[in-house]
């Protein structure tokens, strides 16, 4: 009969408690670069794709959008592995249902970390591109109500 060794039940349990209070710190602070971006007044979609160092890691998506879930409108982070990849071209395909980055598994968590500055960066980039879009429309509707109500008709 096999011999149970005690030593790997109590290295379990300490290693289970280590893993959680990460697990928790981890989520703690994925919610807190997400609640960064979630107080920006001009709010926009942003997506990234990370591609890993080694080939046995497929890339993940991760977008910074409109939970569609939220009845309040909430933003977030929502992140996805691609499920096939062409490393030679660089495609990657994604048509697994993304999931919230704060509800995401914890291998999935720990790998989004790393997109997490690209992220950052591709919002910078699509709130640039949208106040370049903005400026003009903007103008142009002002000069449009600036004519109406020097006729009287605002």
């Not at 928790?24 to 994925?30: A, F, K």
């Not at 929502?78 to 490393?87: D, G, I, L, T, W």
Request: hydrophobic share 45%.
């Amino acid at each position: 009969m096999a011999h149970f060794d005690e030593r790997i039940l109590n290295e379990i349990d300490e290693l289970g408690k280590q893993t959680g209070a990460l697990a928790d710190r981890l989520g703690t602070l994925i919610r807190n670069a997400e609640q960064h971006l979630q107080r920006l007044p001009g709010k926009v979609e942003a997506q990234y794709v990370h591609w890993f160092d080694n080939k046995k890691t497929p890339p993940i998506r991760i977008r910074f959008r409109r939970n569609p879930r939220s009845a309040s409108a909430s933003w977030g982070f929502f992140v996805e592995q691609a499920s096939s990849v062409n490393y030679i071209a660089k495609v990657a395909q994604f048509d697994v249902a993304e999931t919230s980055l704060v509800e995401a598994n914890l291998p999935l968590k720990v790998l989004a970390v790393e997109a997490i500055p690209g992220i950052f960066a591709a919002v910078r980039d699509a709130q640039r591109s949208m106040s370049e879009r903005l400026l003009p429309a903007v103008k142009s509707l002002e000069s449009m109500v600036y004519a109406l109500e020097t006729k009287g008709g605002v």
